[in-house]
């Protein structure tokens, strides 16, 4: 099966611009997830959507970050304005379901923020 | 609020090792534990994971058990290859719903 995909891979822009970061999760996998990873430490949960609703997104910086998962498929992760603590991988994942299934990750996105 | 701790941060052995991985974590209430690998510069990849009535999960070269009292899971990796250099990180959920919290990882290295 094709894997969770994910772009730009990378992308270096100045602080107080916005991004955004596409994911297209495993065809029939219902729970997508967003994750934040610091150089050097474990994934940080930034939402997660069950379908196209939002299930857990109690550490997302809502003031600047926003996420949507449309007709249950794709998501967008956008931040706007970046500062330059947002430098960080950000990783998507999806599973079939939310339970006792492993996640599939994608590759994720490289941000740097100048 | 559950903390996931892995230590040591990193470690080194030679080809044909047996390693042994650590992961503590605080609340012992959990759903269940995964095990994943993280290649540099690439995401996750789930090896095990551990049902919270479940003791122990094979697959393959790898074994990881698990000790709810004591809020402890073992990763072990028979006959280290240099291909098994990587992250590997550790996550428990707390419930069905609950999100993953995950360790920072312990980078290995093995050499030939």
């Known amino acids: 099966e094709a894997g969770v995909a994910q772009s730009p891979r990378y992308k270096i822009i100045e602080k107080r611009q916005s991004v955004a970061f596409w994911c297209n999760p495993i065809?029939?996998?219902?729970?997508l997830y967003w994750y934040q990873q610091i150089l050097g430490q474990g994934p940080k949960l930034l939402i997660q959507?069950?379908?196209?609703?939002?299930?857990?997104d109690s550490q997302l910086p809502k003031d600047r970050f926003s996420a949507e998962r449309l007709k249950g498929v794709d998501s967008t992760l956008k931040i706007q304005p970046a500062k330059l603590e947002d430098s960080a991988v950000y990783l998507c994942?999806?599973?079939?379901?939310?339970?006792?299934?492993?996640?599939?990750f994608g590759n994720g996105t490289r941000l740097t923020v100048t | 609020k559950q903390e996931v701790t892995q230590i040591p941060a990193a470690l080194s052995v030679p080809e044909g090792e047996n390693l042994v991985l650590n992961c503590s974590f605080t609340?012992?209430?959990?759903?269940?534990l995964q095990w994943f690998r993280q290649d540099p510069g690439k995401g996750l990849t789930s090896l095990l994971l551990?049902?919270?009535?479940?003791r122990e999960q094979t697959s393959g070269r790898l074994n990881a058990s698990l000790d709810k009292s004591s809020g402890r899971s073992t990763l072990y990796i028979a006959a280290s290859q240099p291909g098994d250099s990587a992250t590997y990180l550790c996550?428990?959920?707390?419930?069905?719903?609950?999100?993953?919290?995950f360790g920072a990882g312990t980078q290995v290295v093995v050499t030939p």
């Open positions: 996550a428990v959920r707390g419930d069905s719903w609950g999100k993953l919290q």
């Open positions: 065809s029939g996998h219902a729970t």
């Open positions: 994942a999806s599973s079939p379901r939310v339970d006792n299934s492993p996640l599939h």
């Open positions: 959507f069950q379908n196209n609703g939002v299930v857990d």
């Open positions: 609340d012992s209430a959990i759903y269940n």
């Open positions: 551990i049902q919270s009535s479940q």
